[in-house]
């Protein structure tokens, strides 16, 4: 395989034991995440969720093309014009937009169309998702795997965002038509979700239900 402009792999190797134990540390770590919905409104610094968003950018991604894009709302007034529009789709969803077993299978999460933390929370991070765009400023050409690309990097975001001490909350309304508008987006870019960050209330708790997580021999095989 001939590299254009190839540059040596920035690699270090480590013993097994290392590798192992850095793979059951960073598990152990990230075991305790949990989605939060009650947040403080304490700052959290601006430097933190740019070191997060930029963590998100080295996401694998199809051709390099890198196609996302992250809009970060702090505090103003544009956050109630949000909650006011996500609030209206979820309460078509619970209302019966989201039929049955769907509804059941929120049931033991003891989730609403309620989302103050939508207003409460130092910061929302809106993903979007580019069809069109390149890896060069200015590019329009066609993005692939876009899906998968800002699936990646949002793992990476909320990996991130946890290991540097913040809580989160992924949001995904159905539609999410007014996340482009207003967060000004245009019209080849597709919003993926809303990620709400900081730091969790004093009372903060998690349903049990939430805690339960399928053990290895049920995500996985070897063959």
């Not at 970060?72 to 309460?91: M, S, T, Y």
């Not at 995904?172 to 508008?181: I, K, R, V, Y």
Request: proline letters at 9%; aromatic letters at 8%.
């Amino acid at each position: 395989m001939i590299i254009p402009d190839a540059r040596p792999l920035d690699y270090e190797a480590r013993s097994e034991d290392d590798m192992q134990a850095r793979a059951q540390a960073f598990y152990e770590a990230m075991r305790t995440r949990r989605t939060v919905r009650e947040f403080s409104d304490r700052p959290v610094p601006r430097e933190i969720i740019e070191t997060a968003i930029l963590t998100a950018g080295t996401a694998p991604n199809g051709a390099n093309h890198q196609p996302w894009h992250f809009t970060v709302l702090g505090q103003g007034p544009i956050r109630a014009r949000l909650r006011e529009a996500a609030e209206a789709e979820e309460r078509a969803f619970y209302a019966g937009k989201a039929g049955a077993e769907w509804l059941e299978a929120l049931a033991p999460l003891g989730t609403d169309a309620s989302k103050p933390f939508l207003e409460t929370a130092p910061w929302l991070i809106a993903v979007f998702g580019q069809k069109r765009g390149g890896p060069q400023p200015g590019d329009f050409k066609k993005n692939y795997y876009v899906t998968e690309s800002v699936g990646i990097a949002c793992g990476l975001l909320l990996a991130s965002l946890h290991q540097a001490g913040l809580a989160t909350l992924t949001h995904t309304p159905n539609p999410m038509g007014f996340l482009s508008e207003i967060c000004e987006r245009p019209a080849h870019e597709k919003p993926v979700m809303l990620i709400v960050t900081g730091y969790p209330a004093g009372d903060a708790a998690y349903p049990a239900a939430a805690a339960s997580k399928k053990p290895l021999d049920e995500i996985c095989d070897f063959r």
